[in-house]
């Protein structure tokens, strides 16, 4: 005969109240004062170019006060349960790797936006509350402004909470060109001792 000893009731229903409370209605999110894009289009087209996402990939941005492009990472996420908490470790993973922090600034001046690559519909769904809730966590923790969230899906782009959007770029349009204003620096030209110092400094 076998012993063992199952979890209480209470304590999964205690574990089961954390993981929902790690998530964000799209009402709280629209309370919460999340600074509008002045072109959402634009940023949506420009990461999607940069990073080509599929199903389940995440890419999050870091914009400058003139909402230009500072840095970005894509990731792809492939949880069984939508949990914020691992969310907001991912995410806070990715701005440590490609930007510095900003915790010593009174006010943040930098913002970072989420745009999240998934099957389904345009609808909201509790895995995106759970990115919601990691969003502003990890910007909190790395003194960021939290941005905009923003799904890609079949049916096209849509910032959460705002109500805008778009059916290009969607989950499976080829990217778009690059924008003049992020569009990349052209490679220097070869050939000479000049040549050999831009690769030089290009590669450091």
């Known amino acids: ?18 993981t929902a409370t790690r998530m964000l209605e799209p009402a709280e999110w629209a309370a919460a004062g999340i600074p509008l894009l002045r072109n959402p289009r ?9 990073h080509r996402p599929g199903p389940a990939t995440a890419i999050v941005a870091v914009l400058d006060p003139d909402e230009r492009l500072r840095a970005s990472a894509s990731f792809t996420s492939r949880r069984a349960a939508a949990d914020g908490w691992m969310f907001r470790n991912a995410l ?11 915790l010593r600034r009174r006010t943040p001046v930098r913002t970072a936006v989420l745009l999240y690559c998934r099957d389904g519909d345009a609808r909201w769904t509790e895995e995106d509350g759970a990115w919601m809730w990691g969003l502003r966590d990890a910007c909190t923790l790395h003194g960021l ?9 079949r049916d096209g782009w849509q910032v959460l909470g705002e109500g805008r959007g778009g059916r290009r770029p969607n989950a499976s349009s080829a990217p778009e ?26 590669a450091r």
């Not at 005969?1 to 954390?18: K, Q, R, Y």
């Not at 806070?92 to 900003?102: E, G, K, M, N, S």
């Not at 402004?145 to 899906?153: F, V």
């Open 1 to 18: 005969m076998t012993f063992g000893f199952a979890p209480s009731s209470a304590a999964s229903l205690s574990s089961s109240a954390a």
């Open 42 to 50: 634009e940023v949506v087209s420009g990461l999607h170019s940069r």
């Open 92 to 102: 806070l993973a990715q701005l440590r790797r490609v930007i510095p922090h900003d």
């Open 145 to 153: 402004r939290c941005g905009a969230y923003i799904t890609l899906t």
């Open 177 to 202: 060109p690059f924008a003049t204003s992020q569009a990349p620096l052209p490679p220097p030209r070869t050939g000479g001792v000049a040549s050999d110092v831009l690769r030089r400094a290009a």
